[in-house]
């Protein structure tokens, strides 16, 4: 029975999630992959929907689920565990009178943490961007995906090893590797999983997901899509600004509720407002341009 300080979570299917039949491939890709027993690794550049494809594939599962976010601070006893706190006893001995004995000792208690955790039950455990943690800190999944064994230390007060649960899976998502504050995948970690590459949404799918994620009008959504899709194909990196930026202009235009009221103006300055920050200064005079044309 699972009984821990860690906490896990349930996935459910998400009321605004978009399914395409591109996604659906996807999923059902992954689902194949998993029930033969091998991790699946979503990669792919910012924006595309890994993680949220990773929530959503766990979900199909029906296992609790164990989240991991990569950085460069993680180690491998925030994965494993460790050694926490302290139990403190203390022992009075007055049995025979005028003789008082006393002892007192504190000891520190081990306490698993997330990655055993998933080992132990067979929980899903969904490692989002793990190649922001440094490669050292991945080396312990080598023996769980391989050999299905997590090395313990001794300190752990039990074995020296935990076998995996044979119902445990593992999901992990990644950006390329030219991204800033990302490592370089070990070839020996990247020999034991499928990888899946996310190619960038078409137009469609991004005013689906803009048209749920925020409750406007489909026309509207489509404007705002247009705009950021003729933005990103005029940089010199296009794989920014992404279907987030299409959201966070379409619900601050919902929220505004003042779309229809000189809608033009609202829009571009929004998009101004949005976009521009991320755009590199020498990019910055051409954007401004295709939002005031547009």
């Known amino acids: 029975m699972y009984s821990s300080e860690i906490d896990v979570l349930i996935p459910q299917p998400q009321n605004d999630f978009v399914e395409t039949f591109y996604i659906k491939k996807l999923t059902q890709r992954a689902l194949d992959y998993i029930k033969a027993g091998f991790p699946v690794h979503f990669k792919g550049p910012t924006g595309v929907g890994k993680t949220t494809l990773a929530l959503h594939t766990a979900a199909k599962l029906d296992r609790p689920v164990v989240f991991l976010s990569g950085n460069e601070e993680l180690n491998t006893s925030q994965l494993v565990g460790g050694l926490y706190g302290y139990n403190k006893k203390y022992l009075r001995d007055n049995f025979i009178a005028r003789v008082l004995k006393v002892e007192e000792s504190a000891t520190q208690q081990w306490v698993d943490d997330r990655l055993t955790i998933a080992c132990k039950y067979g929980f899903t455990l969904i490692y989002d961007e793990f190649n922001r943690s440094r490669p050292e800190t991945n080396n312990v999944l080598l023996s769980i995906l391989q050999e299905k064994i997590l090395p313990m230390s001794r300190a752990r007060g039990r074995e020296g090893y935990l076998q995996v ?71 010199a990196n296009q794989t920014t600004p992404t279907v987030r930026a299409c959201i966070v202009v379409a619900r601050v235009l919902k929220q505004k509720n003042s779309f229809r009221k000189n809608a033009s103006a609202v829009l571009k300055q929004t998009c101004l407002d949005v976009i521009l920050p991320e755009i590199p200064k020498e990019e910055r005079e051409k954007v401004q341009q295709i939002v005031e044309h547009a």
Request: charged letters at 25%; aromatic letters at 6%.
């Open 165 to 235: 649960h044979p119902d445990f899976t593992s999901i992990f998502t990644s950006n390329p590797e030219e991204y800033a504050g990302v490592y370089r995948m070990q070839d020996a970690l990247r020999d034991r999983m499928v990888a899946i590459e996310l190619e960038a949404l078409d137009e469609n799918t991004e005013v689906a997901i803009t048209q749920a994620k925020s409750g406007l009008n489909l026309g509207d959504c489509q404007k705002i899509v247009s705009l950021v899709r003729a933005v990103r194909g005029a940089k």
